[in-house]
């Protein structure tokens, strides 16, 4: 019988701040508890673990902590720990690229630290990534700054990904997944005597001659802490397996996290703030490159215990400035674009132990992003002058979301959660212009004639069912509706000026885009089915089955744009073979697929340590009801790997495979690739407070195309009026082989 009282609930805000990870995962199987904190001296334990995601199906991480952490966690969640993300920086600076690590997990090909995360076949907008609660708004037409370039991966204490029937109260304004990510979490330690720790670490990766460094500090006694995370990382342009220099992929980043947290007696605040520089990215899939992007943010978080549960609360504002242009000697020219945004925003959380059966979750939350989207004249360009051309005009995106959630713990097998929500989204923004009245004078007077205004009253539900038929398996079926309102660029792109529409998109693809004023919201209505089957201790194998099915209704994609002043009419709307100038559209949609992952343990011995398997299968389909198939959906992929610890040594040997990509999107006229397979191999050796870790991505130089890194666009030109351009039909090549090596010193 599960005891969820003010007792379970005060040891287990205690527990945030102990250090030995057993106690905890033995405390989380009360339906209360409290994903307690990864702490170094946690994480500095040798317990020998693989070194690369492995999902817990049915217990939360025990790294994660954000605001936003619910405590009840569907089997179909999947987490990334600190030393996985840790990890992972041997081979990436790309947070968001670790996202497909995850079952069902992808990344869209963006900046050499911008890709757009993915989950089951639905990316960029519709999986919505706060960081300790924060969200960030769309701030570029290309979508170019994503939430998580803000945060290196070592500065991942922990992430947890919420499938498409997650609770509502995981959040709402997202159809695909939910990513919550955990930055300098508080780590208290024992006694009233300040104590340090951290580490520092440094890396270089051959391939594209990439290097940098991270480094985390951490003050801390019983009640208080002080936490500072950051790096840097810089790489040139990488190689494909043919040798070809892949252009603008070359990127330069830091990020920095300072964070304070005390504790007295049931209550925690932490206080934070951050920020970020990028100096330059290129951009392969772009027509532009990233040539400035800064932010900084603060945040306030508050969690509480009293005699009736827990009160959550969190407060956050940032505020980022981007700008675009070109980056020699791959792209030149001039056409300074720039954009200004702000985001504000409080969520607040109480979760009510009302019965020894029963949870209550309330909350509310709001969410406001501003944005400004300019490009300044270019002097003596009779296209891009005299005027500055207004893109979005203090565009403002105002949400308020509430909810109220049941969790019941019907018996010792079953338990349920039910969840209804309601999130009101206000949309605005001002009239705008082009760079002259000639060319682009009939569009604004168009779009400044009509109003803008528009309020979508989304509701969403979700209903989930668990059944833990004995100590080794578990069956849940999750139901849920999840809305999205359309973002800035989606209803005010207001251009149909070729070269105007070539600027908006985050897709990659080398299509122009236009906006739609009659757009509205897109509404998932998704099934999910996961079970789970694994040894009583978990030691010796795990199994995962997940599918899923979801019709979204509205489902915000693209038309080929017949709207009469529409570029290369009537060509464009029956090309096959070229880039294409498309509008934003609804239409219905269906998504489904399976994700299965699993492991197992083959040997343990003393003379030859432990040996396991891992391994992963991912497929996913999508079309809209007309036919028409969904972009970027990830073809059938997955991973074998062989893990192996003895003593301090730790390597994997993995296979990645992925199938060939030849359902594609016939209006955005998107590129087939082949199948591929990548054998990557990596090692490590940890010996008191010093861990060196070595690589080979790519074993075998593989030449190969990214199915989701859309376009090459700066590789292969053809010619054209204006000199070259952009040759339509080459897809993104991965990388060639790398050569990676860090030492991490710990102290
Ligand atoms: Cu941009």
């Given at each position: 019988m599960p005891i969820h009282s003010r007792n379970t609930l005060r040891r287990a805000l205690q527990l945030t701040s102990a250090l030995v990870r057993p106690s905890i995962a033995a405390l989380c199987v009360a339906p209360l508890c409290v994903a307690p904190l990864a702490t170094s001296a946690a994480r500095a334990q040798t317990v020998p673990e693989l070194p690369t995601v492995?999902?817990?199906?049915?217990?939360?991480?025990?790294?994660?902590?954000?605001?936003?952490?619910?405590?009840?966690?569907?089997?179909?969640?999947?987490?990334?720990?600190?030393?996985e993300a840790q990890g992972a920086t041997l081979s990436t600076s790309d947070s968001g690229s670790l996202i497909s690590r995850i079952p069902g997990g992808a990344a869209w090909g963006a900046g050499g630290v911008s890709s757009l995360p993915a989950v089951n076949g639905m990316g960029a907008d519709r999986v919505q990534v706060s960081i300790n609660g924060m969200l960030f708004g769309v701030a570029c037409p290309n979508e170019m700054n994503p939430p998580m370039s803000f945060i290196n991966p070592a500065m991942i204490a922990g992430a947890r990904v919420y499938m498409g029937t997650a609770p509502v109260s995981v959040g709402g304004d997202y159809t695909g997944a939910k990513v919550d990510v955990s930055v300098a979490p508080a780590q208290f330690t024992p006694g009233q005597a300040l104590t340090t720790h951290g580490s520092v670490s440094g890396f270089y990766r051959s391939n594209g001659d990439g290097y940098g460094m991270d480094a985390n500090v951490t003050v801390s006694n019983e009640d208080t802490s002080v936490t500072y995370t950051g790096g840097w990382a810089r790489a040139s342009d990488y190689t494909a397996g043919d040798g070809t220099t892949i252009k603008s992929t070359m990127y330069e980043t830091q990020n920095h996290a300072l964070s304070v947290s005390k504790k007295l007696q049931d209550q925690l605040f932490t206080f934070q703030i951050g920020g970020q520089f990028i100096p330059s990215e290129g951009y392969v899939n772009q027509y532009m490159d990233l040539v400035d992007n800064k932010s900084i943010y603060g945040n306030a978080r508050y969690e509480g215990l009293f005699d009736w549960g827990k009160l959550e609360a969190t407060v956050f504002a940032n505020r980022v400035r981007h700008t675009m242009g070109f980056i020699e000697p791959d792209k030149s020219g001039d056409m300074p674009m720039d954009t200004r945004t702000t985001d504000l925003g409080y969520?607040?959380?109480?979760?009510?132990?009302?019965?020894?059966?029963?949870?209550?979750?309330?909350?509310?939350?709001?969410?406001?992003?501003?944005?400004?989207?300019?490009?300044?004249?270019?002097?003596?360009?009779?296209?891009?002058?005299?005027?500055?051309?207004?893109?979005?005009?203090?565009?403002?995106?105002?949400?308020?979301?509430?909810?109220?959630?049941?969790?019941?713990?019907?018996?010792?097998?079953?338990?349920?959660v039910f969840g209804l929500r309601n999130d009101i989204v206000w949309m605005n923004t001002g009239d705008v212009q082009g760079y002259n009245e000639m060319m682009y004078g009939q569009n604004a007077a168009l779009f400044n004639a009509q109003d803008h205004a528009r309020t979508d009253f989304n509701v969403d539900a979700s209903a989930i069912l668990r059944y833990e038929a004995n100590t080794s398996s578990l069956y849940e079926l999750g139901l849920a509706r999840k809305t999205r309102s359309p973002n800035f660029y989606e209803r005010y792109a207001w251009s149909t000026n070729a070269m105007a529409m070539s600027m908006i998109g985050w897709f990659g693809d080398g299509n122009g885009y236009v906006g739609n004023l009659d757009l509205v919201p897109e509404a998932a209505h998704t099934v999910s089915f996961t079970a789970t089957w694994h040894d009583p201790a978990k030691k010796v194998w795990e199994l995962r089955v997940s599918p899923y099915y979801s019709y979204v209704v509205d489902y915000i994609d693209a038309d080929r744009c017949?709207?009469?002043?529409?570029?290369?009419?009537?060509?464009?709307?029956?090309?096959?073979?070229?880039?294409?100038?498309?509008?934003?559209?609804?239409?219905?949609?269906?998504?489904?697929?399976?994700?299965?992952?699993?492991?197992?343990?083959?040997?343990?011995?003393?003379?030859?340590?432990?040996?396991?398997?891992?391994?992963?299968?991912?497929?996913?389909?999508?079309?809209?009801?007309?036919?028409?198939?969904?972009?970027?959906?990830?073809?059938?992929?997955?991973?074998?790997?062989?893990?192996?610890?003895?003593?301090?040594?730790?390597?994997?040997?993995?296979?990645?495979?992925?199938?060939?990509?030849?359902l594609v999107s016939q209006v955005r006229n998107e590129l087939e690739t082949s199948a591929y397979a990548l054998l990557n191999f990596r090692t490590s050796y940890e010996l008191d407070m010093v861990k060196v870790d070595f690589g080979v991505d790519n074993i075998f130089d593989t030449n190969y195309d990214l199915p989701l890194g859309g376009a090459n666009l700066v590789n292969y030109q053809v010619a054209s009026m204006m000199g070259s351009s952009a040759a339509w039909g080459y897809p993104v090549a991965g990388m060639g082989r790398s050569f990676n090596t860090r030492v991490t010193v710990r102290f």
């Amino acid at each position: 019988m599960p005891i969820h009282s003010r007792n379970t609930l005060r040891r287990a805000l205690q527990l945030t701040s102990a250090l030995v990870r057993p106690s905890i995962a033995a405390l989380c199987v009360a339906p209360l508890c409290v994903a307690p904190l990864a702490t170094s001296a946690a994480r500095a334990q040798t317990v020998p673990e693989l070194p690369t995601v492995v999902v817990r199906s049915d217990a939360p991480s025990s790294t994660v902590r954000g605001a936003a952490d619910g405590p009840f966690t569907p089997a179909d969640t999947a987490t990334i720990s600190g030393e996985e993300a840790q990890g992972a920086t041997l081979s990436t600076s790309d947070s968001g690229s670790l996202i497909s690590r995850i079952p069902g997990g992808a990344a869209w090909g963006a900046g050499g630290v911008s890709s757009l995360p993915a989950v089951n076949g639905m990316g960029a907008d519709r999986v919505q990534v706060s960081i300790n609660g924060m969200l960030f708004g769309v701030a570029c037409p290309n979508e170019m700054n994503p939430p998580m370039s803000f945060i290196n991966p070592a500065m991942i204490a922990g992430a947890r990904v919420y499938m498409g029937t997650a609770p509502v109260s995981v959040g709402g304004d997202y159809t695909g997944a939910k990513v919550d990510v955990s930055v300098a979490p508080a780590q208290f330690t024992p006694g009233q005597a300040l104590t340090t720790h951290g580490s520092v670490s440094g890396f270089y990766r051959s391939n594209g001659d990439g290097y940098g460094m991270d480094a985390n500090v951490t003050v801390s006694n019983e009640d208080t802490s002080v936490t500072y995370t950051g790096g840097w990382a810089r790489a040139s342009d990488y190689t494909a397996g043919d040798g070809t220099t892949i252009k603008s992929t070359m990127y330069e980043t830091q990020n920095h996290a300072l964070s304070v947290s005390k504790k007295l007696q049931d209550q925690l605040f932490t206080f934070q703030i951050g920020g970020q520089f990028i100096p330059s990215e290129g951009y392969v899939n772009q027509y532009m490159d990233l040539v400035d992007n800064k932010s900084i943010y603060g945040n306030a978080r508050y969690e509480g215990l009293f005699d009736w549960g827990k009160l959550e609360a969190t407060v956050f504002a940032n505020r980022v400035r981007h700008t675009m242009g070109f980056i020699e000697p791959d792209k030149s020219g001039d056409m300074p674009m720039d954009t200004r945004t702000t985001d504000l925003g409080y969520a607040v959380k109480g979760t009510f132990g009302v019965s020894a059966h029963d949870i209550v979750r309330l909350g509310n939350e709001l969410y406001y992003n501003n944005l400004d989207d300019w490009w300044p004249p270019v002097e003596g360009s009779m296209m891009m002058g005299p005027d500055t051309f207004i893109n979005i005009n203090n565009g403002q995106r105002l949400r308020l979301g509430t909810f109220g959630e049941w969790e019941r713990h019907i018996d010792d097998k079953w338990t349920a959660v039910f969840g209804l929500r309601n999130d009101i989204v206000w949309m605005n923004t001002g009239d705008v212009q082009g760079y002259n009245e000639m060319m682009y004078g009939q569009n604004a007077a168009l779009f400044n004639a009509q109003d803008h205004a528009r309020t979508d009253f989304n509701v969403d539900a979700s209903a989930i069912l668990r059944y833990e038929a004995n100590t080794s398996s578990l069956y849940e079926l999750g139901l849920a509706r999840k809305t999205r309102s359309p973002n800035f660029y989606e209803r005010y792109a207001w251009s149909t000026n070729a070269m105007a529409m070539s600027m908006i998109g985050w897709f990659g693809d080398g299509n122009g885009y236009v906006g739609n004023l009659d757009l509205v919201p897109e509404a998932a209505h998704t099934v999910s089915f996961t079970a789970t089957w694994h040894d009583p201790a978990k030691k010796v194998w795990e199994l995962r089955v997940s599918p899923y099915y979801s019709y979204v209704v509205d489902y915000i994609d693209a038309d080929r744009c017949a709207l009469s002043t529409c570029p290369n009419l009537p060509s464009n709307l029956t090309t096959t073979n070229n880039f294409v100038y498309l509008q934003f559209a609804n239409h219905d949609a269906w998504l489904y697929g399976v994700n299965i992952d699993g492991k197992l343990a083959l040997w343990d011995d003393v003379a030859y340590g432990q040996g396991a398997f891992r391994g992963s299968l991912n497929f996913v389909q999508g079309q809209r009801t007309d036919g028409v198939n969904l972009y970027h959906m990830m073809p059938l992929n997955g991973v074998v790997a062989i893990d192996h610890t003895l003593g301090h040594w730790s390597s994997s040997l993995e296979l990645q495979l992925v199938s060939s990509k030849t359902l594609v999107s016939q209006v955005r006229n998107e590129l087939e690739t082949s199948a591929y397979a990548l054998l990557n191999f990596r090692t490590s050796y940890e010996l008191d407070m010093v861990k060196v870790d070595f690589g080979v991505d790519n074993i075998f130089d593989t030449n190969y195309d990214l199915p989701l890194g859309g376009a090459n666009l700066v590789n292969y030109q053809v010619a054209s009026m204006m000199g070259s351009s952009a040759a339509w039909g080459y897809p993104v090549a991965g990388m060639g082989r790398s050569f990676n090596t860090r030492v991490t010193v710990r102290f």
